[in-house]
């Protein structure tokens, strides 16, 4: 895995060909354009890495993997056959930083403490979902009734809603929805937007009419909004923490500098109590939590992750985190 100081200050790009990013290298590779593909011209011999005028991607996947143990290859490899979609091999991708933290709190059982620092309230028995892919067949039930909630609102098999991680306390039923180099603006034109509301699935009156206990605005004022993908996210999550008696928490995890009045942009559409609520997390917040707890397994190797992990913006490198 490549650090920020490891890479060039700038992708340089020229009208048919890029650069490689890595420092004091010469190599250059054909130019991509519009998709990013994985084919041999557009790769630098020397890294083994593919090019593209704004980021790069590693050949083995793994090679952007802090934890890269056999139970974690395992588990990724049975995860990638069920998720829908992963760039976890390319530098700026949200899978590769969510899987790298989250492993880390997961395999030093840290993930209770930070759920119980973020409510305020002692979260005990924590078990993890990533990307809907249950890893213990007891808690089967998150899953099951994920699946159930997709139909039930009318999303097409195989296209439904998927949070990054799903998160079961004793108390509590836990989506975190990650960002990373992406924002909350969902959909992104005029032209999807209204597509997304002349298309309501079941949504509006799923769940008998479950939209009208949690939300006070409208469909279509949400969806206008470009809030999409959380309204599906906190319309689904609390219908499957009633039926789990639990309560509800949506967390949505940005960058420190990034989405910093989200809470107050969503929180004006939907119903919250004692039982269901809405937060803000961020990535610079969990780093903090990470550097107070006692020494644990690979801590430092955490911290220094998120202190150099660096990412291409406007083919400049930046540190991708503030801390």
């Known amino acids: 895995m490549f650090s920020f100081k490891e890479l060039k200050p700038k992708i340089c790009v020229a009208e048919n060909t890029v650069d490689c ?14 998709k990013f593909r994985r084919d041999d011209r557009f790769k630098c011999p020397k890294h083994g890495i593919f090019i593209s005028p704004s980021t790069f991607e590693y050949e083995d996947y793994k090679n952007n993997l802090l934890w890269k143990a056999r139970e974690d290859v395992e588990l990724l490899e049975t995860i990638f056959r069920e998720k829908r979609e992963s760039r976890i091999a390319r530098d700026n991708s949200e899978d590769a930083v969510t899987w790298n933290v989250f492993r880390f709190l997961e395999k030093n059982n840290l993930i209770e403490g930070l759920l119980t620092n973020i409510t305020g309230a002692s979260q005990t028995q924590g078990q993890i979902t990533y990307w809907s892919y249950s890893q213990q067949q007891r808690v089967g039930d998150c899953r099951n009734l994920l699946s159930e909630a997709r139909a039930e609102f009318g999303e097409e098999e195989g296209r439904g809603s998927e949070p990054d991680l799903i998160i079961k ?7 975190i929805e990650a960002k990373f180099t992406s924002g909350n603006d969902t959909p992104s034109d005029k032209r999807q937007i209204e597509e997304k509301i002349n298309n309501p699935k079941n949504y509006k009156t799923g769940g008998d009419n479950w939209f009208g206990n949690v939300f006070k605005s409208t469909y279509k004022e949400i969806i206008s909004e470009q809030k999409y993908e959380l309204l599906r996210f906190w319309l689904l999550g609390t219908w499957i923490a009633q039926k789990l008696g639990l309560r509800f928490y949506l967390e949505n995890l940005t960058l420190a500098d990034k989405e910093k009045d989200i809470e107050e942009k969503f929180k004006k559409h939907i119903k919250e109590d004692e039982n269901k609520r809405f937060f803000r997390l961020t990535w610079e917040g969990i780093y903090e939590y990470v550097s107070t707890v006692a020494d644990s397994s690979d801590k430092q190797t955490m911290l220094d992750y998120i202190k150099n992990k660096s990412v291409y913006k406007n083919r400049t490198l930046q540190k991708a985190f503030s801390v």
């Open 169 to 175: 306390t004793d108390k509590t039923l836990f989506f």
């Open 21 to 34: 990013p890595v420092n004091d290298c010469k190599e250059k590779v054909d130019r991509q354009r519009h």
